[in-house]
């Protein structure tokens, strides 16, 4: 067969040419990625002959060998796994064969070390084979088939394939290596890397020098040793070398469950989030084992989506080696052992979540996520709440539930928020302003998963959890710490500005009412309870909704503040009366641009408030 040449897709060669311009500060990395895949196309081939044991034959003990050549300057990795075929070769190495390629591209800064988690995190480790060669050649025939196949590329814009089916099954990747990166040719470089990075790499490693072969991993699943006898730079090496990451865990959880389900399992909180946390195809990168066998990595029923940032490995004896994906999406043994695994993360986030500010790194990182617990309908959500944290009126510190119920007014039954878009417009909303004179404390919520939870998480501990905007003869009962010096607009006036308020703003609201809620502002809108926030519209409309301006709105205002005593003072003047009716749709839209929303009319507003200055100047 003639060599084909094939061009690169695109974000290959931008990955490429980050790759290729020393993006890994430490590119050692490269031969525990190139291990690391090893590995895994051994696993993937053992899987394999539990459904076809007639491939047995030709596959052997399975082991990686790393063989350096001096005299050729070529460093060999060669494993007798799964291999791969021509679609596999372009697939996976041609192309970044993963949805959501294009974000990936577009996260991608040019900041060296962020960039360089970005790609780890994304699975193209092979890529990190340019990092020291400038010539790399894959030579692999796939299980089960009876071609073969040799890749070939530099890094440049294209890669070759052709034919050989003289190949034994599995893959070696031959490099040709750059004259400064030789030092990955000496025997004892390869023994300290192969330990520091993949000694916990259940097949053995083989070192061949010339006739001679040396296994210079321990060739033991980490998980099965003793806890006593793994260090904390193991723990990292081997959460970095499954998750693909840089970072140091946060979190390292290692047991071994037993009773009905016996299972072992070493989990790992990162310190960073992955940059697809968000993706809608976002897994958690967990692996099933059954009996140290690989089963799979694809397994949503193991672990519920709000916990998808862990990582790590569970390993069970109470499945059949032979179980397909469709049993594992039935088997009560998966929901017995998920309901074990949450319930002891849950534990160890409430051990760790004594030391506030250690916690605090978590939340930063994960706590957007972790409140979708809030809302998916799980046995835990109580548990999760307790976990749950806050950013509140009274401190800059973030707050649990607990400690807003312990420190509730004297009267106060409720726990209060108020949904936005950022804390500093948060707490200069209006509608905080009775609150504040009454010391009482409100969650600042933020994240736009919170306008979801708190519309099925309703109550916490008997507490209700009410939006600002909805408290009413509640707010009333707490006494004001200090009396307003202001007096109230008289009623009969009161009545008079009310219907000429709803007059001037027409369709704009549904109801003009007074509030307690207002100290300093004269004006403020809410919502009915039971209808879409204003932050919810926002957030439709981000998303390209199209949904027009609430008219169920409700315009409060300060019967107190001087500007209401002053246009109710103005009502009946008809020298003035035109000023009147611009005054109010000032203050209208004054209102929604305190509340983050558009002007229907810039102009128009542009033109009032110049009106306004003007006068005040003459």
């Known amino acids: 067969m003639t060599e084909e040449k094939i061009e690169f897709k695109a974000e290959v060669s931008k990955v490429l040419d980050i790759v290729i311009h020393s993006l890994y500060s430490n590119k050692e990395i490269f031969l525990r990625e190139l291990i690391s895949n090893a590995s895994d196309a051994s696993d993937k081939l053992r899987y394999a002959l539990l459904l076809h044991p007639e491939l047995a034959s030709k596959t052997g003990e399975f082991k990686i060998i790393l063989t350096p050549d001096k005299l050729n300057k070529t460093l060999t990795i060669t494993d007798n796994g799964i291999g791969m075929n021509k679609e596999d070769l372009i697939n996976h190495l041609g192309t970044i064969a993963r949805s959501g390629s294009a974000e990936f591209i577009k996260s991608l800064t040019g900041d060296k070390q962020k960039d360089m988690a970005l790609i780890g995190q994304f699975g193209v480790g092979f890529y990190s084979a340019f990092m020291v060669a400038d010539k790399v050649i894959v030579k692999t025939k796939k299980a089960g088939d009876d071609k073969g196949y040799i890749w070939q590329s530099t890094g440049a814009d294209s890669f070759t394939i052709e034919e050989d089916d003289s190949l034994p099954i599995g893959t070696s990747i031959i490099l040709s290596l750059k004259k400064d990166d030789e030092e990955f040719l000496e025997p004892i470089r390869l023994r300290h890397l192969v330990r520091q990075y993949s000694d916990h790499i259940s097949i053995p490693i083989i070192l061949k020098e010339g006739a001679k072969e040396e296994t210079i991993n321990s060739a033991s699943a980490l998980w099965t040793r003793p806890k006593s006898e793994i260090t904390t730079e193991q723990y990292k090496d081997f959460y970095q070398s499954v998750s693909h990451a840089f970072d140091e865990p946060w979190m390292t959880m290692h047991y071994k469950a037993e009773g009905t389900i016996d299972y072992t399992a070493l989990l790992f909180v990162p310190t960073k989030p992955p940059f697809n946390l968000f993706q809608p195809d976002r897994k958690s990168n967990l692996q099933l084992y059954v009996n140290r066998v690989f089963i799979s990595d694809d397994l949503p029923e193991l672990m519920p989506f709000f916990l998808r940032f862990m990582t790590g490995v569970i390993d069970t004896n109470d499945l059949p080696l032979n179980v397909s994906r469709e049993m594992l999406q039935k088997t009560p043994v998966m929901q017995k052992i998920k309901k074990g695994i949450v319930k002891r993360i849950l534990n160890e986030l409430k051990k760790r979540s004594e030391d506030k500010e250690d916690y605090k790194k978590f939340w930063d990182s994960f706590g957007i996520v972790f409140k979708e617990g809030l809302y998916e309908p799980i046995d835990e959500r109580a548990e999760v709440a307790d976990l749950c944290r806050f950013n509140q009126t009274a401190s800059d510190d973030l707050i649990s539930f607990d400690e807003y119920v312990s420190s509730m007014k004297e009267g106060q039954e409720n726990i209060y928020y108020l949904t936005g878009t950022n804390i500093d417009s948060l707490k200069n909303n209006p509608q905080l302003e009775g609150f504040a004179a009454r010391g009482i404390n409100v969650l600042l919520l933020t994240d736009p998963i919170d306008e979801f939870w708190i519309q099925t998480y309703t109550e916490h501990k008997g507490k209700k959890i009410i939006s600002v905007m909805h408290a009413g003869a509640?707010?009333?009962?707490?006494?004001?710490?200090?009396?307003?010096?202001?007096?109230?607009?008289?009623?009969?006036?009161?009545?008079?500005?009310?219907?000429?308020?709803?007059?001037?703003?027409?369709?704009?609201?549904?109801?003009?009412?007074?509030?307690?809620?207002?100290?300093?502002?004269?004006?403020?809108?809410?919502?009915?309870?039971?209808?879409?926030?204003?932050?919810?519209?926002?957030?439709?409309?981000?998303?390209?909704?199209q949904i027009a301006m609430n008219s169920d709105r409700i315009l409060e205002i300060n019967p107190r503040h001087e500007v209401i005593h002053k246009l109710a003072d103005m009502l009946g003047n008809k020298e003035v009366d035109e000023k009147?009716?611009?005054?109010?749709?000032?203050?209208?839209?004054?209102?929604?641009?305190?509340?983050?929303?558009?002007l229907k009319d810039p102009a128009a507003f542009s033109k009032r408030l110049t009106n306004f200055v003007l006068n005040g100047l003459a």
């Open 474 to 545: 509640d707010l009333e009962k707490i006494k004001l710490e200090n009396e307003p010096t202001e007096k109230a607009l008289d009623k009969d006036k009161e009545k008079e500005l009310l219907k000429r308020i709803k007059e001037t703003l027409k369709e704009s609201v549904k109801d003009v009412q007074v509030t307690d809620r207002l100290t300093k502002s004269p004006f403020a809108l809410i919502t009915p309870s039971g209808m879409m926030s204003l932050n919810l519209e926002r957030l439709m409309k981000a998303h390209g909704q």
């Open 580 to 598: 009147i009716n611009d005054a109010i749709l000032v203050l209208f839209d004054q209102t929604l641009i305190a509340e983050g929303e558009p």
